[in-house]
């Protein structure tokens, strides 16, 4: 008998009590754990496209957003998926790094820094994401991008000397690798803890959305966004494959409509999201600025570095590369 950790098995106990697990069924209820709060655009997306599935299949599919990593914390997402604990759930692409190099690929500092060269980069991953995701037992529905990456900190930052030995945030294996290469000590800090980890030294520094800034209050504990632009990644929604195989026809076509949408609201918003967010921290009295040139021309030496290292890990990096310079 294969052994079942016991908080894995509460997280089913609990689960079965909300009728989570189960044979498919007229008015069934799935459950879709999301790493961020409510006032981030994905989670947003999330429950707009949860209401229109149960709308469109008259309440007979009723999904449960649990946001803010408030079911399952946000490393566990992709494992709960796969074995079936949970029928669907977001979680940030490149959290899975360590599973495929292929989920790296959004990751990659200054690869892919405007949202016409991110689309056109997901364009080229998404066929080798959808055969991994497979593998794992789990199928794709769609993505959210977040606004371009850029530096948080508690001073100005004009070059990387400015930043050596600071404890910098990190959230999946190629941020700790960036945070490596810029002198600074990688520190795992997930989105709900971040204004604690500042206000009490884990970290000094972070790159990330001006979104996430915004939605953590980064005024009360920093002082300066420099505006690099790093990368664009996403939030990727996916479902059990076997629980979607049990849905009748029309329920599947239902689902992946509503996925298209998702994805199709999720390109359009972010651009206009990441103006939006950017203003909020300057009114908010953070000081924004570009980032120097010689700042940038450390940075895209990093990046560089990064993506041959990318290519040495995987032949399927190369055809991702392939199809995107193309």
């Known amino acids: 008998m294969k052994f079942v950790p016991k908080k894995t098995t509460v ?3 609990s689960l079965l009590t909300l009728g989570a697990v189960g044979s498919v069924s007229a008015e069934t209820q799935w459950h879709m754990p999301t790493p961020y709060g409510d006032a981030n655009l994905p989670t947003q997306i999330a429950h707009q496209f949860a209401e229109e599935i149960k709308s469109n299949t008259s309440g007979e599919l009723d999904i449960v957003v649990h946001s803010g990593a408030s079911l399952i914390k946000h490393p566990e997402i992709p494992r709960a998926v796969k074995t079936g604990q949970v029928q669907l759930g977001e979680v940030f692409i490149g959290i899975m790094g360590n599973t495929h190099p292929v989920f790296k690929h959004d990751n990659i500092p200054f690869l892919a820094t405007t949202y016409d060269s991110a689309e056109k980069l997901w364009d080229a991953a998404k066929p080798e994401v959808e055969k991994q995701l497979n593998k794992e037992g789990m199928m794709l529905l769609y993505t959210v991008a977040w606004p371009a990456q850029s530096l948080y900190t508690k001073a100005p930052v004009n070059s990387l000397a400015d930043l050596k030995g600071s404890k910098m945030r990190a959230y999946s294996p190629s941020t700790s690798r960036l945070a490596d290469l810029m002198n600074t000590s990688p520190t795992t800090v997930q989105v709900p803890e971040i204004p604690q980890a500042f206000s009490t030294g884990i970290i000094d520094a972070m790159i990330t959305s001006p979104s996430t800034g915004v939605n953590g209050q ?21 479902a059990n494959k076997r629980s979607f195989m049990r849905l009748d026809k029309n329920t599947q076509q239902v689902i992946l409509a509503a996925a298209a949408n998702a994805e199709a609201k999720g390109w359009a918003g972010v651009r206009g999201k990441a103006l939006e967010d950017t203003k909020t921290l300057a009114e908010k009295g953070i000081v924004v600025s570009e980032p120097s040139a010689e700042l940038m021309a450390e940075l895209n030496k990093i990046g560089a570095t990064m993506i041959e290292e990318w290519k040495a890990e995987a032949p399927e990096v190369e055809a991702i590369l392939s199809s995107f310079n193309q």
């Not at 980064?218 to 996916?238: C, E, F, Q």
């Open 11 to 13: 997280l089913l106990a």
């Open 218 to 238: 980064a005024w009360d504990y920093l002082s300066h966004y420099t505006d690099v632009r790093a990368w664009i990644p996403k939030n990727v929604v996916v």
